[in-house]
């Protein structure tokens, strides 16, 4: 949902062509103006980080690279409010959360993805507590998750959550858990006994963090929301979830600064990867055009398997990449979540992220063709690539019912996918990349952000 966003700043800086021309920087503020109020950015952010865009441009000389930096600088401070980014862990142990909201707003479906986070990118032992025992269902819910992602889960039924949260916090003093994450009843702010329930387990639990999950489809009403959950019990950070919805993106970025909380994670999806940690730094450089190569990193790491990772970076230096390395990597890479979102953290695929929707690597048709195509070989064919004579293709794709161009057409891309593996599996392989994706981009695109 950023590729609004990071094509109206591409769309502004296009128009800054000549130096110390005012007409042209009038104009490029007004499109990102209109964007930025399209894209559902309140209003009172947009004037601030116009004025201040247009002052600092102004200021330091009229010109693509002054307004780029006006822009990131302005972004940045924007994104960057006072207290934690991300997840930060209390001194010391258990770092206790609750997780508070709106009902449906995705209170439960986050504290399994936070839980999966810690326990798969931190390594840490996570319990989740089950304190919304307003409805069987719900408890049910969370037990159906923790399960999936094998966390232990404190629940019963016939016990008030006051003292279920009681009971957890016992458990993981004794036992030595890291992290505690506390799903919590949905309530409107309005609600006084709901509200005053909140505030006793507040006192029991004594959290470190107070999430608040928004639904960030509600746009606006998300902001106000939050704003009144922070008056009436307080919060320490905001998680934006449903992200992946058909809203537009803007309340991302005002609503730290409006709440005067910061934004700490995103929900992209339904499934327990998809979800983000929100670092302004990173997230400017995404909103850029310049991707965000080291929540790449994180979330990658998680999955893949360091050994693994090695064997394969070695097969593919020594020119050895095999069709069965190829399905792995593609098993590997359904664990990482939604093909979208990752494709968006990498420079300058933001666009191809939009044309790709939410390919799923099960039911593509052109992964379906792949693994036919595979299925067909011989487990010699499939170690070595380069025995695939034309007979040999003929057989393999009667075999799995293709055509023999569209067997040509897989082969040759996968030769070109060992081809640039091989090109950047060498020392500076990341930068090399880069560069190459900054390149295609034209140069001097938005990529290449002055230092
Ligand atoms: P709660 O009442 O606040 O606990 O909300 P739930 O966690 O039960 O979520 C309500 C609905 O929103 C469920 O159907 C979830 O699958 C869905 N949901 C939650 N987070 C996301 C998200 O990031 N993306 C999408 N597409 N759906 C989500
Ligand atoms: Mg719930």
Redesign the pocket.
Known sequence: MFDTLTDSFKNAIGKIRFQDDTKALKKATTELKKSLLKADVHHKVVKGLITTVEHETNKNGIGKDNFLRALHGELTSILTVKGNQGFVFASKPPTVVLMI??????????TGKLAYFLKEQKKKKVLIVAA?LQRLA?VE?LKQISGQIEVELVADESKRPQDIVKIALKKAEKELYDVVLI?TA?RLAIDEELMDELESIKKIAKPDELFY?ADAMTGQDAVRTAQTFKEKVGITGVVL?????DGKGGVALGISQQVGVPLRFI????KMP?LEQFIPERIVGRLMGAGDIEGLAEKTSSVIDEKEAKRISQKIKKGQFSFNDFLDQMEQMKKLGSMKSLMGMIPGMGNMAKQLGDMDLDNSDEIKRIKALISSMTPKERENPEILTNSRKRRISAGAGLEQQQVNRILKQFKNAAKMAKKFSGKGGMKQMQDLMGQMQGGGGVASLPR
């Open positions: 909201g709106l009902q449906g707003s995705g209170k439960t479906t986050t919304d719900a819910q799903d949905g999950v979830s449903k992200f992946d919805g929900g992209n999806g339904e998809d």
